[in-house]
């Protein structure tokens, strides 16, 4: 224990260098080309065995895939970056993510963990009480932002890799490490899923920093209350015309969209369990006196349970076609995300508990927390339990400046180590228990 000790110590400035360089070069789901390079290089470094591109993930299970435009454009900003091309030509079309696996050749028990590393598209802010601002690793593309903690996730995989390769004479079994593409909207687990990656893993670790604001040194053992969700895409075509010469010639697609939009906003709630919708975007229109021919809404369920997110999901795909009758507007939907509900098993509460008895910075080790949100880390829990496997999927406590999903959304870095510590602490106890 003393070792991982002094190790913790050693680890953190890497820690802090991998945060700040990947908060700083935020890519959004199935474009993290430039970060799936530069986690794939550590572990590399570490003797690891990297398996990207289509290697990585199914293809045909993918949803959700940006543009090929974007994705291109995406791609060629990687290569002027320094990406080699042949990595590129692996992860081209959006097949971006890795997994890295490590094999003690002793005879033990198979661990998988996963960590997200996508970002989001939100604009950071620029105040100067902003911590990442004001240490000049702010992100530097516009309207792209790690505000969900994802680059602090793949920070502790790599030092989670790095406990792996110089703990390994003490360690026993192998080790897979999922660095999941696209996890916001829920679209990369199931492609590492069907891919394979968890057949015959005995236990499997997932985690978040933050959810909720906690002081440093809290965690979590389990996590329940994941809500189950359906990402829904609507497009409505209509007819354009001049709004003062012949409105009666249109079709107003923009009409369409904000009335499906309010509709929405009313389906009822289900006395069953809790239920969400959000329309999130809606882009419409392209000047004030021409009738709209075209609207974009992007819309997402969820339910407590699979069954009230069946629920939300077929009341919003009715109302979004009814409202498209009612307009006379051609109407498309496509579903580009999803994520299942799922349990986490009780024993690593007393797992956590042991392992992480001598540990002087971690303070406080709650049973279990809620998350109260949806993850597409469930298809990989999900897929683990039902083999007879153990899944968990911890959480690590830090003040929280802004909420998740926010501009300014920030955590305390000193989680990064309390967070590599739980792991490793718990796979060095689970790598001997009988």
């Excluded at 290089?41 to 959700?64: H, P, S, V, W, Y």
Aim: hydrophobic share 40%.
């Amino acid at each position: 224990m003393l070792q991982i000790d002094s190790f913790l110590q050693d680890i953190e400035p890497i820690l802090l260098e991998y945060r700040r360089n990947l908060h700083a070069e935020p890519e959004l789901g199935f474009t993290e080309y430039k970060t799936t390079y530069m986690i794939g290089k550590a572990l590399e470094q570490l003797g690891f065995t990297i398996f990207i591109g289509k290697d990585a993930l199914k293809t045909e299970a993918r949803i959700g895939l940006p543009s090929e435009a974007y994705l291109q454009y995406c791609e060629a900003s990687a290569l002027e970056a320094g990406v080699p091309s042949s990595w590129l030509e692996k992860m081209s079309g959006g097949h971006t993510g890795l997994v890295a696996t490590f094999d003690t050749k002793r005879p033990g028990k198979h661990i998988a963990l996963r960590f997200d590393i996508d970002s989001l598209p939100i604009h950071e802010t620029d105040e100067l009480s902003h911590y990442p601002k004001r240490k000049n690793f702010r992100s530097n593309k516009a309207g792209v932002m790690h505000a969900c903690a994802h680059d602090g996730h793949a920070a502790i995989g790599i030092g989670v890799a790095h406990f792996i390769q110089q703990f390994q004479s003490q360690l026993t079994g192998k080790f897979t490490l999922l660095f999941q593409p696209a996890e916001e909207g829920g679209r990369g687990a199931k492609a590492m899923v069907e891919k394979g990656w968890l057949d015959g893993v005995d236990l499997f670790i997932g985690g978040h920093i933050g959810i909720h604001s906690l002081t440093l040194g809290e965690i979590a053992a389990t996590t329940n209350e994941f809500l189950a969700t359906t990402k829904i895409n609507v497009t409505y075509e209509g007819v354009s015309a001049h709004a003062g010469i012949s409105p009666q010639t249109g079709k107003n697609a923009l009409l369409a969209a904000a009335a499906a939009s309010l509709h929405l906003a009313g389906i009822p709630r289900h006395g069953s369990g809790a239920t969400r919708i959000n329309v999130g975007k809606l882009e419409a229109g392209s000047g004030r006196n021409i009738i709209p021919d075209l609207a974009k809404m992007e819309v997402e369920t969820r339910g407590e349970t699979t069954e009230l997110n069946e629920y939300m999901e077929s009341e919003a795909k009715r109302i979004i076609a009814s409202v498209g009758q009612l307009y006379d507007v051609e109407t498309r939907l496509d579903i580009v995300g999803a994520a299942e509900v799922a349990e986490c098993d009780k024993e690593w509460i007393e797992w956590v508990r042991e392992a992480c008895s001598e540990s002087h910075k971690i303070t406080t080790i709650h049973p279990c927390l809620p998350l109260k949100g949806s993850e597409d880390v469930t298809y990989m829990m999900n897929a683990v339990r039902k083999q007879g496997g153990k899944a968990t999927y911890f959480i690590f406590g830090t003040p929280l400046t802004a909420g998740h999903h926010h501009p300014a959304f920030d955590f305390d870095e000193q989680v990064l180590s309390i967070a590599v510590e739980t792991i490793a602490r718990t796979v060095h106890y689970l790598s001997h228990a009988k």
